[in-house]
């Protein structure tokens, strides 16, 4: 398998695949198990680029805790049935098969304890295994559906196939090549597409918001990040833009341009008690210094200022101010800006509509033969390894029918 080769393509295969992801070479190494003959198209100059960048370079490939209740769609039901038959378990079992380390880092999040490259050589090799062809550089020029199959002209040559899967990804990092060709192509056959927007992204702030954080670049803590009936516990970061981190690329998901969001800075403490405790048990120490058990200085000083807090000795506030101080500082609620956008989300929520597409198979139920699968669709998981057990899962689902 040479997945640069100048050689012509094939005249016709049984199964090609447009797209040299995780969703697709998963697809590919599938079907080539049962013994058809398969062809992978991209159009980047290396396959599995976003798999490559991910988990920091170590690849969250997966979530001890998937389940359908970790993924967005117009229709919550669509994913259940690839995930109940390809799980976090089988693909756990891969990774061990082919002796790559691995460790969970937290929440259920597994990454590769050396590099992302492993997953990316694990999928080639079950390619290579399988005899599936794999081929970058190859713009796609047209796609004609005929008897019994489709023929695309690219810019490698002309092949014909039976079944024709997409597994193009989403508009998320177009740096790396992604683009809405997939959602092209199922406009050209007919399906819906749900409306798509940035997800799992920072946020941007206005410009006084963002001057006023001007010192806190870099400075973390945990949160509880709230908007809408979204909630998630996790670590908040302050950027030069704005904010990111795991609790906010998860709410992001939830927000909608104009809407407010909480942040619970102590979550799992009652700041209102805890001063109360703090002040019988230390009345001689200043607020900000407690604060500091909980806060860096650096934020202390900074949630402080905020509220237009005085810090004092506890012993000098009454009951009431300092339960009024607790609420004040453990409760923030802001409007963001916007976004990053693409250019840094990690996913693309909306996509082909899931109403087209049969669950089981992946194929679309009015144009027999095409198939959609992984993050082109309708179907988008939480931070922490959901998008790539979704990519195997559809990806496996496909495999075992085109």
């Known amino acids: 398998m040479n997945e640069s080769s100048p050689n012509p393509l094939p005249d016709a295969v049984d199964v090609l695949v447009i797209g040299a992801g995780a969703a697709g070479l998963m697809c590919a190494a599938t079907a080539g198990q049962r013994g058809r003959r398969v062809l992978v198209l991209?159009?980047?100059?290396?396959?599995?680029?976003?798999?490559?960048?991910?988990?920091?370079?170590?690849?969250?490939?997966?979530?001890?805790?998937?389940?359908?209740?970790?993924?967005?769609?117009?229709?919550?039901?669509?994913?259940?049935?690839?995930l109940a038959r390809y799980t976090q378990?089988?693909?756990?079992?891969?990774?061990?098969?082919?002796?790559?380390?691995?460790?969970?880092?937290?929440?259920?999040?597994?990454?590769?304890?050396?590099?992302?490259?492993?997953?990316?050589?694990?999928?080639?090799?079950?390619?290579?295994?399988?005899?599936?062809?794999?081929?970058?550089?190859?713009?796609?020029?047209s796609i004609v559906a005929e008897e019994g199959g489709y023929r695309l002209e690219t810019g490698l040559?002309?092949?014909?196939?039976?079944s024709l899967v997409i597994a193009t990804g989403g508009l998320s990092i177009p740096t790396m090549g992604a683009t809405g060709f997939g959602y092209d192509i199922a406009r050209q056959f007919g399906l819906d597409i749900v409306p798509t927007r940035a997800a799992l992204v920072p946020f941007t702030l206005h410009g006084r918001q963002l001057e006023s954080q001007r010192e806190l670049p870099g400075s973390a803590l945990a949160v509880t990040a709230r908007c809408g009936d979204g909630a998630f516990s996790e670590q908040m970061l302050f950027t030069h833009k704005g904010l990111s981190g795991p609790a906010v690329l998860q709410i992001s998901s939830h927000w909608r341009e104009g809407q407010k969001v909480s942040f619970d800075l102590a979550p799992g403490v009652d700041l209102c008690e805890w001063l109360q405790r703090q002040r019988a048990e230390k009345p001689d120490t200043h607020l900000h210094n407690v604060l500091a058990e909980l806060w860096s200085k650096k934020l202390v000083q900074y949630f402080l200022q905020r509220r237009r807090l005085e810090s004092r000795p506890l012993k000098q506030y009454s009951e009431k101010a300092l339960a009024?101080?607790?609420?004040?500082?453990?409760?923030?609620?802001?409007?963001?800006?916007?976004?990053?956008?693409?250019?840094?989300?990690?996913?693309?929520?909306?996509?082909?509509?899931?109403?087209?597409?049969?669950?089981?198979?992946?194929?679309?139920?009015?144009q027999p033969g095409?198939?959609?699968?992984?993050?082109?669709?309708?179907?988008?998981?939480?931070?922490?390894?959901?998008?790539?057990?979704?990519?195997w899962a559809s990806g496996h689902a496909a495999g075992e029918v085109v």
Request: proline share 2%; aromatic share 10%.
């Open 42 to 82: 991209d159009h980047a100059n290396k396959v599995g680029k976003k798999i490559l960048m991910s988990g920091g370079g170590r690849c969250n490939f997966t979530n001890l805790y998937t389940a359908p209740e970790n993924f967005y769609s117009e229709n919550p039901h669509f994913c259940k049935s690839a």
């Open 157 to 162: 040559g002309s092949v014909r196939c039976e």
């Open 89 to 141: 378990w089988d693909f756990i079992a891969l990774v061990e098969q082919h002796g790559i380390p691995y460790h969970e880092k937290t929440l259920g999040q597994l990454f590769c304890d050396n590099r992302s490259k492993d997953i990316v050589d694990l999928l080639l090799a079950e390619c290579r295994a399988a005899r599936v062809q794999v081929r970058t550089r190859c713009d796609i020029e």
């Open 370 to 391: 095409l198939y959609f699968i992984g993050e082109v669709l309708d179907v988008t998981g939480w931070l922490g390894g959901y998008n790539f057990q979704w990519a």
């Open 324 to 366: 009024e101080t607790g609420k004040q500082l453990q409760n923030w609620q802001l409007v963001p800006a916007g976004t990053e956008g693409y250019r840094t989300a990690e996913v693309t929520l909306g996509g082909v509509n899931t109403d087209g597409v049969s669950s089981r198979t992946m194929e679309c139920k009015q």
